[in-house]
């Protein structure tokens, strides 16, 4: 046989071992479209290493990397301002802690349940791996809806919440953060219930705010990542931000500071979204407004209008897509985009896509894009600048000192840049140059791996 052939037999075997392990995953948790979705575009990616490394395969690496380290699932009572009795349900999913303790954000949506803190779970363990720092996966969060909720019912909640979970994190253990519906106001109360508890454990949230242990840099990191990240994609192909038009979703904090540094990187940012719809402003967007409205006063994005009459607000958020751009960042939650959206992304001349939220984009999606030559930063290296902040509020927590934003945002910029650098290369190394799809899911996936087959069968 020649080496070609042996080659293709090799993935050919590692093809139905990755196969097997997802018919398995789907049959273990069934109706968990999500984490399903996740899995599946990990494993597709994996192919050529177990292909290359037998004792992957050998150690069942797959087969314990998709299952939890731990579930935990609890219920979260509370009173409203009615006076009536609530019943929420909480989560925290300490996926993998081969590298470092759990860590993740926490999501507060009506959305929330097993299969999407699964999901994002999942996903945290690559993530979180990429940016070269020693933190495991985890996530959590609740079904419930912070949307229309007075400041006491919130904060009744979220102690609610808390008084269950501190019994599962800790500084060394689990750090969890925000996410969705989770932002300073919910972090802040979280941590003000658990040093209740039990006493000043600095380094048990992070995303704090400034007083109490937070780090300078965290707020704007997710977002400024991005457009890190996205910069250097643009660079490989010779060009930059300045005189492209952009089209963001979202516009809680991934948005807003993506937007900001796009500006400030000479970009015009035309449209941004909110759950109801989204607004387009040729003249680009104006951010103050966006932060006022969101941040402040937190009202619909449908107000924009009222201050900025040239620009137009649309019900719905699918056709958000529809709009000519150079870039598309989408920020706002899973599967915003689906196949037909990308088709009308291509149609309008998009060239880079590079994702904020988590896992944006459909599996047919994606495909979509890979055809027709546009660039493709998948969530999991794009985003994880905001994780990577955290793990540096961790340190400097740890450290008792704090850095400041010069020194968090240089640090962040060499962590994005390396990520693309590594993700470019895992790609070349195993045979799909370009494709920083499979080439972030194996840079971060090896170190996981690595770690797990020096810790034996745990
Ligand atoms: N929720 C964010 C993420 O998806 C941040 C998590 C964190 O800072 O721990 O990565």
């Given at each position: 046989m020649t080496i070609t052939q042996q080659r293709e037999v090799n993935l050919d075997s590692a093809r139905h071992y990755v196969e097997q392990v997802y018919q398995a995953v789907q049959q273990r948790n069934p109706g968990e479209h999500e984490f399903h979705q996740a899995v599946k575009e990990i494993l597709d990616s994996l192919v050529p290493v177990f292909a290359k490394h037998p004792k992957f395969q050998e150690q069942g690496i797959l087969e314990r990397l998709v299952e939890p380290e731990r579930l935990i699932t609890f219920r979260v009572p509370w009173v409203d301002d009615q006076g009536k009795v609530q019943v929420n349900r909480g989560f925290r999913v300490q996926f993998s802690s081969a590298i470092g303790p759990y860590k993740g954000g926490l999501r507060f949506h009506p959305s929330v349940n097993a299969s999407i803190i699964k999901f994002l779970g999942f996903e945290q363990i690559f993530k979180n791996s990429l940016t070269g720092l020693p933190i495991g996966g985890g996530k959590g969060g609740s079904d419930f809806d912070p949307k229309g909720k007075s400041d006491l019912e919130v904060m009744r909640f979220t102690q609610s919440f808390m008084t269950e979970l501190s019994k599962y994190?800790?500084?060394?253990?689990d750090i969890p953060a925000g996410d969705i519906g989770v932002g300073a106001r919910e972090i802040g109360y979280m941590f003000g219930q658990y040093k209740r508890l039990y006493g000043n454990e600095t380094g048990v949230l992070t995303g704090k705010g400034l007083p109490y242990g937070g780090s300078l840099t965290r707020t704007e990191a997710t977002g400024y990542g991005l457009v890190y990240f996205t910069a250097e994609m643009l660079a490989s192909r010779g060009e930059s931000f300045a005189g492209k038009t952009v089209v963001v979703s979202g516009s809680g904090n991934v948005s807003i500071y993506a937007i900001e540094k796009a500006q400030q990187f000479g970009a015009k940012v035309v449209a941004c979204s909110d759950s109801n719809g989204y607004i387009y402003d040729s003249n680009g967007i104006n951010l103050d407004t966006v932060k006022r409205l969101?941040?402040?006063?937190?009202?619909?994005?449908?107000?924009?209008v009222n201050e900025h009459r040239a620009a137009k607000y649309v019900e719905?958020?699918?056709?958000?897509?529809?709009i000519p751009c150079d870039i598309a960042l989408?920020?706002?939650?899973?599967?915003?985009?689906?196949e037909t959206s990308a088709k009308q992304l291509v149609a309008g001349g998009v060239k880079y896509v590079a994702e904020g939220a988590n896992m944006p984009s459909s599996l047919e999606a994606i495909e979509v894009y890979l055809k027709n030559d546009v660039y493709f930063g998948p969530a999991k290296a794009a985003n994880a600048g905001g994780v990577a902040v955290s793990a540096l509020e961790m340190s400097q927590n740890s450290a008792r000192l704090s850095w400041t934003f010069e020194e968090v945002d240089d640090k962040l910029k060499d962590i994005m840049k390396n990520i693309y650098r590594n993700s470019v290369h895992a790609a070349e190394e195993y045979g799909h140059a370009g494709n920083l799809v499979v080439g972030s899911n194996i840079a971060g996936f090896l170190k996981v791996a690595n770690a797990m087959l020096a810790h034996g069968i745990v």
């Open positions: 994190i800790g500084p060394d253990t969101k941040e402040v006063e937190r009202k619909r994005i449908k107000e924009y719905g958020c699918r056709s958000i897509w529809s989408p920020c706002a939650t899973q599967n915003e985009i689906d």
